[in-house]
């Protein structure tokens, strides 16, 4: 028992940054000591970070603590190397023969040996996790160019298949002839939509409007049913042009059929692959962010690293408050004077004119945001933030659950929980986000032709967050800016 008392009193003097007996020991705030030799080095490797952190706990303090040698815990260190200890391995050194005469004949490692051992296998596993990244971004890059060979696909699908349709019946073409204009129609169809054009005695084309003089005798286009007839086998059914002027009810024997123009076909093609292109790139960021938290990675300086975290976000519909107006394919909100129809959700916003992202975030990502006129607030915030009620619940960056930046032409404030905090730095209308999710960190920085930090957070998140935009007057935009994937890899 009183080996083990020896032991343990070994390691509670021992500086964790050296491994060895503290040195004129220093205490910081939070309890834990180090020699103030290796302590000052430590955080002259945080100077770019501004915020100097325990290396045990991971507290941070702001501005760098200036440490004075603990006289008591010196004393007791020298009084603790006169016991015939001179040093104080960390707990997963092994200790020598000499140390304990009972293990005699034992294979031992000194803690010099064991740091190269274990700072080998460090370097083998972060080989290892290096080769997972550019696998993964391999990966990445092959399914963009994937996606952007399907949504070729079909673009070409969709332009040979209003060939074959009818736009009067909105079907596959049946006895199909073709007008001088290079239009085709099935000859029944034509027939009875000219029908109500006797009285004009000019007989058009539904698509382009051309007229034609006398009514036209058309004849069964033989090459075209052929090809009709061959699509028919492949089990399409119905792919109406996308610019139809003759609707069901021009012919009767169509009417109160329902129908669908190739427009919204092709947005429903085009939303199912941006679907899948978004689930595949989330659960590639997400297993980058495992890798991320096994392997650190410095803080980015340039926009070029910071691009390597970006992440595709868009804003959700059934947030955004009925005084903001969503475009540019939901990325970009702008305050209206009049009140938008949207449908009741219980996400909506409604006392404050704020809209969240589709999209959570977790992770490493980065963001930007454009904002015009008089301003706006970026935030991030958990999706329990209050969408109704009192304001303080809901308004962005007074609450608990909302961080904020307020930007306008001359000034920056960041806010929490109601605390507002002036931020000084080089005025821009647009604004990057970084969020360090796993670390606690968020920072806010001025984008132009360079990055400049605006403010930085250190706190502990505890759920998944969300962007979070709230522009503020009538004609005030705020927009996610679109980074395209291969900018990212």
């Not at 394919?329 to 004119?353: A, L, W």
């Not at 999706?383 to 032409?409: M, Q, T």
């Not at 109601?418 to 000084?424: A, E, G, L, R, Y």
Request: hydrophobic share 30%; proline share 4%.
């Amino acid at each position: 028992m009183a080996q083990k008392g020896v032991e343990l009193d070994q390691e509670s003097f021992s500086c964790s940054i050296c491994l060895d007996l503290l040195k004129d020991p220093g205490t910081l705030h939070c309890g834990h000591s180090y020699c103030i030799n290796c302590i000052q080095s430590f955080w002259d490797g945080e100077d770019e970070k501004r915020i100097y952190s325990c290396p045990q706990c991971r507290q941070g303090f702001t501005p760098r603590p200036v440490l004075m040698k603990n006289i008591m815990l010196a004393d007791l260190v020298e009084k603790l190397k006169k016991t015939g200890l001179q040093a104080a391995p960390a707990d997963h050194c092994y200790a020598g023969a000499e140390d304990v005469d009972q293990h005699k004949g034992h294979d031992t490692m000194s803690a010099a040996a064991e740091r190269t051992e274990r700072q080998r296998e460090l370097e083998g596993s972060r080989q290892n996790i290096q080769q997972r990244i550019q696998d993964t971004e391999k990966d990445v890059k092959l399914l963009q160019q994937e996606v952007e060979a399907i949504s070729r696909s079909a673009d070409k699908a969709v332009e040979h298949s209003e060939k074959i349709f009818c736009s009067i019946c909105l079907d596959l073409l049946k006895d199909p002839g073709t007008l001088h204009c290079g239009h085709s129609y099935c000859i029944n169809c034509i027939q009875s939509f000219w029908d109500g054009e006797d009285e004009k005695r000019i007989y058009s084309c539904p698509q382009c409007r051309q007229g034609f003089t006398p009514r036209p005798v058309l004849m069964k286009n033989t090459m075209l049913a052929v090809l009709v007839e061959k699509v028919k086998k492949t089990g399409l059914q119905a792919a109406p042009a996308d610019h139809c002027y003759a609707g069901a009810e021009d012919v009767d024997q169509h009417k109160g059929h329902d129908t669908v123009s190739a427009a919204a076909e092709r947005t429903g093609v085009r939303d199912k692959l941006q679907d899948a292109l978004r689930d595949t790139w989330t659960n590639v960021s997400l297993t980058v962010t495992e890798v991320d938290v096994l392997l650190p990675q410095p803080e980015p300086k340039t926009r070029a690293e910071f691009f390597r975290y970006s992440r595709h976000i868009t804003l959700d519909p059934n947030t955004v408050s009925t005084w903001l107006l969503l475009s540019e394919g939901n990325r970009k909100v702008t305050v209206t004077e009049e009140e938008q129809s949207y449908s009741d959700h219980p996400d909506r916003f409604i006392p404050v004119c704020q809209v969240l992202s589709r999209e959570s975030l977790s992770g490493r990502c980065y963001w930007e945001v454009e904002w015009r006129r008089t301003g706006a607030c970026l935030a991030v915030t958990y999706k329990n933030i209050s969408r109704a009620g009192v304001l303080d619940e809901c308004r962005f960056g007074h609450n608990d659950k909302s961080w904020a930046l307020y930007c306008d032409p001359i000034s920056y404030i960041f806010q929490h929980n109601k605390v507002q905090t002036p931020v000084s730095g080089p005025q821009s209308s647009r604004v990057g986000v970084h969020l360090d999710h796993s670390a606690g960190i968020l920072s806010f920085y001025s984008v132009s032709e360079t990055m400049t930090l605006l403010h930085r957070v250190q706190t502990t998140f505890t759920q998944p967050l969300y962007a979070g935009l709230w522009p503020y007057a009538y004609g005030d935009t705020a927009e996610l800016c679109e980074v395209k994937l291969t900018e990212v890899i």
